[in-house]
């Protein structure tokens, strides 16, 4: 009997899923008080060179909002997304969700996870491009959980991190239908005219060098993978808008959210230089288009909703901010999809590919190389992992 069939026999026995017997969402993690802040902001600067100044800012911005991160709350209801749409499509698999910051801690669940007797778990990483804090900064996180399960003398289960979907289309429709819905609350007499800022998270531009697979790092602040893939990303939500709309609305890459030392180069223009210079150009108005986020949480509702329309607002320029994916059903779908995707090809069937725009479907197994850190430090999920 061929491979191939004795592949789809299993998948019928076991399920579409097989081999994963869970997914984990693994996030970024927040606040949920004010007591909370400190020891957070803690947890996600250590040695990270982050200077006082700029964490006493960023925990005002906390403290603004009662202490309470919105990611968590965020993460809960995609959860609720997940469950409902793996249950509608009868896929029976568990869905388990722990962060790097902050509880649900990583190893907490993962311990759980292995209680419960998970062998092979796909994760999935709410940050959709390749960058160091955006993929290989959770593969670490993932190995340090393994590596305190293995202390402990847990067996550790089997982790696969599902591939980077910024140019899946159940990313980008929910963004296109929010860039659509944001422009028509723009008052009618500036709409036509809007300019599209779609903005991300700077980063160093050595690190944006140095993102994605080695054959895409370059040299002099290009900016590797992490940008090559957004403005992927961006161009093709400008150009489903303009068939949308029937008009081409003029849009720019543009950067949020800096942090580290001023002598470092970091990417740049930023969103509030951005506006500035869009103003002075005689922009009638502007979409900020978040799409280097997956919901609604501090960077959008404090750099976007607040200081970036406060300087707007300040300038007399017209802005609205679209919605990013956070639960939509489209997302939802958009996860299944990828598990099964990755389950098939790991029972060593062929998957259709599923992408929009240039770039193709992006690896499922970070080469060795992929997105490096400051100091080499052990990554599960790739092919340097020192698990199995
Ligand atoms: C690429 C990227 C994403 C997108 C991909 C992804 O989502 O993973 C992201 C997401 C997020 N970043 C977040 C929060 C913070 N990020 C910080 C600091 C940093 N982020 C960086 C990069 C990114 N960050 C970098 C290079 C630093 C410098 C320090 C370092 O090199 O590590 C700091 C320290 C203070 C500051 O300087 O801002 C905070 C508090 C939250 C939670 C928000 C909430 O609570 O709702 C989320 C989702
Ligand atoms: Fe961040």
């Not at 210079?277 to 909703?305: K, N, Q, R, T």
């Not at 300087?311 to 996860?335: H, I, M, N, Q, Y």
């Not at 100091?375 to 199995?388: E, K, L, V």
Request: aromatic share 6%.
């Amino acid at each position: 009997m061929s491979d191939q069939l004795r592949a789809a026999a299993r998948s019928r026995a076991e399920g579409p899923a097989a081999p994963y017997d869970a997914l984990l969402l693994l996030s970024f993690g927040g606040p949920e008080g004010p007591e909370d802040v400190v020891p957070f902001l803690e947890n996600v600067t250590r040695g990270r060179g982050i200077p006082r100044e700029r964490l006493e800012e960023v925990g005002q911005h906390y403290f603004g909002f009662g202490g309470v991160s919105p990611i968590n709350a965020q993460n809960r209801a995609l959860l609720d997304a997940l469950r409902k749409d793996f249950a509608e499509h009868g896929l029976d698999l568990p869905v388990y969700w722990g962060n790097r910051n902050w509880a649900p801690y990583l190893t907490d669940v993962m311990r759980e996870m292995a209680a419960d007797g998970r062998r092979r778990i796909a994760v999935l990483a709410t940050s959709a491009y390749a960058s160091y804090s955006g993929c290989r900064q959770y593969r670490e996180n993932l190995a340090d959980a393994l590596a305190a399960l293995v202390e402990e003398g847990v067996e550790p289960p089997r982790v696969d991190k599902l591939r980077h979907y910024f140019n899946h289309p159940g990313f980008l429709d929910p963004m296109i239908e929010g860039v659509v819905a944001a422009l028509g609350g723009l008052p009618e007499d500036v709409r036509d005219g809007a300019h599209l800022a779609f903005t991300t998270h700077s980063i160093p531009t050595a690190a944006a060098d140095t993102s994605g697979p080695v054959e895409d790092h370059t040299g002099g602040g290009e900016g590797g993978a992490y940008v090559k893939q957004h403005l992927d990303a961006a161009r093709v939500i400008a150009d489903e808008v303009a068939v949308r709309t029937g008009l081409a609305h003029p849009w720019q890459l543009v950067y949020q959210s800096r942090s580290g030392a001023p002598h470092i180069p970091w990417l740049e223009p930023d969103i509030c230089d951005h506006l500035e210079a869009l103003h002075a150009e005689g922009a009638p108005a502007v979409v900020m288009v978040p799409i280097g986020f997956v919901s609604d949480h501090m960077e959008v509702l404090y750099d976007l909703d607040t200081e970036a329309t406060a300087k707007a607002a300040e300038l007399g320029l017209p802005v609205a901010r679209s919605a990013t994916v956070g639960a939509d059903p489209a997302f939802a779908g958009a996860v299944r999809e990828l598990v099964l995707e990755r389950a098939a090809k790991e029972r060593g069937e062929a998957a259709e590919e599923c992408w929009v725009g240039t770039l193709g479907q992006s690896h499922d197994l970070c080469a060795a190389g992929c997105c490096p850190g400051r100091t080499p430090r052990p990554a599960a999920a790739g092919a340097d992992s020192p698990y199995a």
